[in-house]
């Protein structure tokens, strides 16, 4: 914060996300009495929230050499977004505190807010508040709050059932190869240039699948949880709370172009990417096995697809399952390898 | 996080915050559907909420030579609950996250979290979620939520009008002059030993006065903030929100004992300890001249004074003035010292 004041630059980024904030007449944004500028924001909200907080810290998360500063602005948000699309949530409003080092400069700040204000518009989120401190290394704290008519509709983790289809949004593995690209560029010439691209982007700029959760949770999904551990991780966490074995089909994941190629390249086990690694944020979901139907057609209407992977069966834990039979116990990944 | 994981050190500060949860058969309580432990908490507010964030960085707001982990935990949900005190709001759920360097093990991890457990408590507060990670230096981000039966209840920056008094809870000066024997404890000789250890927790563990806040939003305050900015800067929010001039008389500020004896020994000068620094997290708020009396009796049945220290008048600004009448502008002060 050495050129800039804080009120200052909280007002420059209030102005910046202020474009993104919501027409007041539309449903979500009459909700919203007092915005930024006072104590606190206020809202009235209708029916149920749903509120959930994530961080990203420069040096665990990030790398500013790799990430540029608004695809930084951009995931913060939306990573705490994906935690609301598995909930079955609609975005409604979010707060953004920022530790800013002496070292981050005021455009680095606004670019920052500038991707966060995009994640933001694109998403029809509302920022309310926010909080800007000097901080030795850079960190973005996110709050958001999502909404439904009434706590039914949310999705827990706790719901599925034996003989439940397990299904996946999207592909998987691309955030951990993108990764890879970003550590070891040499490694992009293993793939074709647009792939490569599509592989960073993924790390970068994860999409959170809000309009698919939704679509999820109005057909009728039993339990659901966002893939930001790793399959492994965030199977294991359904089955715990459902109290349910979940089995996984390896051969079934849905596996992003090029990560088998950088998974070789790298020397590392494309399955361990797809599975054992995080931040893909696509949705793991158990469906009664006559809602499966409807809930693929409905994904499929958002522009994604739902991938049948597994079965949840009467038992504890989670296991992957590999052509030849044998079962390879998930909950053993290593859920922090950051 | 060297000693312990994330998920464990996650599992004990819920199993430790849950006790500070609420009766779920209270009105507050049965508010909540889903703590932590989903991806989401869900709630089905009532009413109006207000929302807050605030967050306690290492180095920046606090040391860890002179400030014990548990006062740190207290402090980082005080001052987030100090903003809704300032709206008059009834305090509700928090959700808190941490960054927690590797020299910080187990046992301060969780004297931190017993702090914050503790704070919660006393308030009423449901700590509904939460992330830790990572991170390279110490910091903590909390988001409070509190309630109300309709916005309107709630009391905002803008409304003082001309001829409103001004008033402000408890006394002030204590915060800083807290810090100052905290910085160079040399100093408490000047006072006794009690008056010493009642100014360093001013500065350590502030009390948000959420009590007389929401007496003085029944009694019909015009506008109200709370005081972390200090009485300069934050006198400067109200009048340029209400589009008033804040006149307030440096004699009648309410200055805690010890503070001008310890101002005295460090060669500053005692009124810029109460009125130019911040941290007191008392209210300052301002009071139809005919809602005044009222407002004074709901305050002092809450245990704390009011004390009338100025009035509101047509004009812009805020300004301190002597005995002498001559005046001192507010807002001149550095409203960044640290």
Known sequence: MSRIG????????????????????SEWGARIVVASGDDAAVTVPKGATATSVDSLVEGIHFRRQTAPLGSVGRKALASALSDLAAMGAAPGEAYVQLGVPDD???????EL????????AEHDVAVLGGDVTRAPTLWIAITVVGHADSAGELVRRAGAGPGDDLAVTGELGGAAAGLLLLDRPELATVVEAEVADALRR?????????????????????????????????????????????????????IQAGVGEVAAAAGVDAFDLAAGRGEDYELLVALPPDRAEDARAEVTATGLTLTSIGVAEEGAGAALRASDGSERPLAGFDQLRR
């Open 113 to 120: 807010g500038r991707g966060l204000a995009q994640e933001a």
């Open 6 to 25: 804080e009120f200052e630059l909280i007002a420059r980024l209030v102005e910046m996300v202020a474009e993104a904030r919501l027409d007041r007449t």
């Open 202 to 254: 993924r790390q970068l700029e994860p999409q959170p699948r809000l309009a698919a959760g939704r679509a999820l949770a109005a057909a009728g999904a039993s339990a659901m949880i966002d893939l930001s551990d790793g399959l492994g991780g965030d199977a294991a966490h359904i089955a715990t709370a459902s109290g349910v074995r979940l089995v996984i089909e390896l051969e079934r994941l849905p």
């Open 104 to 110: 981050l400069g005021e455009a680095d700040c606004l």
